[in-house]
């Protein structure tokens, strides 16, 4: 004969599966909470990025070559040697640049990604934005896209 499982269910047991499998769709529809903890790893390392890179610039080394360029270009016609040095100073600087720049664009593109947990999380999203990623209209798009459907979630 047929196999015969000795576990029965009880009815309780078979009115709470009843009572839940017509929710199974709808809960399957909610997207999921967004990781807090995510979230915060990115923004973090934005931030981190964000201000060694306004430091290197403010307050660093392509400060100091911008100022004694600055000097050297008011006394070009006095020192042009120092001139010359002081432009290919900064030039050389100017390439070196990116390694300051792109990783904050780079972890601008990971945050606007990254589900925002709350209203404030967006507002750094667009901030982020607007500093980081403006001016590339694919990009622009993709911002657009991600912040949308986090303010329709925290809508809910």
């Known amino acids: 004969m047929g196999y015969q499982s000795n576990l029965s269910v009880s009815r309780r047991a078979a009115l709470s599966i009843a009572a839940v499998t017509p929710l199974a769709p709808a809960l399957a529809a909610v997207p999921p909470t ?14 981190r990025l964000k201000l060694r890179m306004d430091a290197y610039y403010a307050l660093g080394p392509m400060y100091w070559l911008n100022e004694e360029y600055e000097h050297a270009r008011r006394d070009e016609a ?9 432009h290919d100073a900064l030039r050389s600087e100017e390439e070196k640049q990116v390694s300051y720049y792109q990783p904050v664009s780079s972890a601008a593109r990971i945050l606007v990604r990254t589900p925002a947990p709350d ?28 912040i949308e459907s986090d303010l329709r979630r925290l809508a809910q």
């Open 34 to 47: 967004p990781d807090r903890a995510a979230w915060d790893r990115a923004y973090h390392e934005y931030r």
């Open 119 to 146: 209203l404030d999380a967006v507002a750094a999203k667009l901030q982020a934005h607007k500093d980081m990623i403006e001016g590339c209209l694919a990009d622009e798009k993709q911002t657009w896209t991600f």
């Open 78 to 86: 006095r020192d042009p040697d120092a001139y010359d040095a002081a």
